[in-house]
């Protein structure tokens, strides 16, 4: 089976042996003028030419800062366990999003008509995780909630499997994974998983889904959000995770997003670890996490208008020298999620450039 991420890492040079990814869509929409609701609801309001538009320049956006992969804006797609109607809507919101993706990268591509077809950009398929359709909760493991919302930090996220599995065969049901293999897209990526037993339903689901993913052609990465250097967001074991994916042939590359950056490191060399004990050595890492700032997931309270606060450990941190950092550790895909924009992308690449 072919496979696009390792056909790529073949073809870079060898002082920089990795991909660039691209950073957070909704950060990058809020700067666009989008409010947090707008720039959340916008892979269902395509139909809005203010939603399209924006979302089409932050796609372009990163093109231009130099990324290999752009990722579909279909984090959030509202697929609940529904059936019918509904979840044929939901789809459609899919399918027309991989195409705004991919008419970004068509119109990028149209200013260097000397690029062969070889470098047009990789589309990665955002796959959001279950706790999307978790009424009041934010995905990332550095917020700061109710303390109601606490019990939403237990196995499963207080859900069974089978509530998980259905969420996931809605969001990979069989036209989604066969259009997604005829557009250009190269790699399903589910992001923000923090949950053991979400891990587990995904690497079933995947089996359950080998041969059309042989048949498409598409790769897949998983990446978690963790509270530690050891557990998820969840409070699961990060090495149990880890072997989780690292033991399905289906996943071709592991890592983390949305986690605060001085945890990636340690992170990193923990997938090292479990990977060569798996002896699955060959899978790739990918690490995008966010800025490090808290996610306030609650009611702002008076004096704050911001739903991110910045930590005092981070004031001197910069982006482009941690990712270094990570790259010089072991990851193999590197980008940004949320409050990391095409500037900060832009500069690891003006950097990449420079030692080439």
Not at 80 to 92: D, I, L, M, P, S
Not at 211 to 224: C, G, I, N, P, Q
Request: charge should be negative; glycine fraction near 6%; hydrophobic fraction near 35%.
């Amino acid at each position: 089976m072919r496979n696009a991420l390792f056909e790529r890492l073949h073809c870079k040079p060898e002082n920089a042996h990795y991909l660039v990814l691209d950073g957070g869509m909704g950060t990058s929409l809020g700067y666009l003028g989008l409010n947090e609701f707008d720039a959340w609801s916008a892979p269902r309001r395509l139909g809005e030419p203010h939603i399209r538009n924006s979302v089409k320049k932050v796609h372009i956006d990163f093109l231009e800062s130099g990324v290999d992969i752009i990722t579909t804006n279909t984090y959030d797609s509202q697929f609940e366990a529904v059936g019918g109607e509904q979840t044929f809507k939901r789809t459609q919101w899919v399918l027309d999003n991989i195409d705004l993706a991919n008419e970004a990268i068509d119109e990028h591509l149209w200013k260097f008509p000397t690029k062969c077809k070889s470098d047009r950009p990789l589309l990665a398929m955002s796959v959001g995780s279950f706790a999307t359709v978790i009424t009041g909760r934010a995905e990332t493991a550095n917020r700061e909630q109710n303390s109601d919302d606490d019990c939403r930090r237990r196995e499963g996220y207080g859900f069974e499997a089978s509530e998980i599995r259905s969420y996931f065969d809605a969001r990979l049901n069989n036209d989604i994974l066969k259009y997604a293999g005829n557009s250009n897209v190269s790699v399903l990526a589910f992001e923000t998983v923090g949950d053991l037993l979400e891990v587990q339903v995904i690497c079933d689901v995947l089996k359950s889904k080998a041969e059309m993913l042989t048949e498409t052609e598409l790769s897949t990465w998983v990446t978690l959000t963790c509270r530690t250097e050891k557990t998820v967001d969840t409070g699961g074991s990060l090495s149990s995770c880890i072997k989780e994916l690292a033991m399905c042939p289906q996943v071709t590359a592991l890592g983390i997003n949305c986690t605060e950056p001085h945890l990636v490191t340690p992170i990193i060399q923990s997938i090292k670890q479990v990977l060569k004990l798996c002896s699955a050595e060959d899978k790739l890492i990918v690490v995008y996490p966010n800025s490090g700032e808290i996610y306030l997931s609650r009611a702002l309270k008076d004096g704050e208008n911001d739903h991110w606060r910045k930590q005092s450990m981070y004031a001197d941190w910069d982006f482009v020298e941690a990712a270094l950092e990570w790259i010089d550790c072991g990851a193999n895909i590197i980008g940004g999620c949320c409050r990391i924009t095409a500037c900060n992308i832009a500069e690891l690449v003006r950097r990449e450039k420079s030692k080439s």
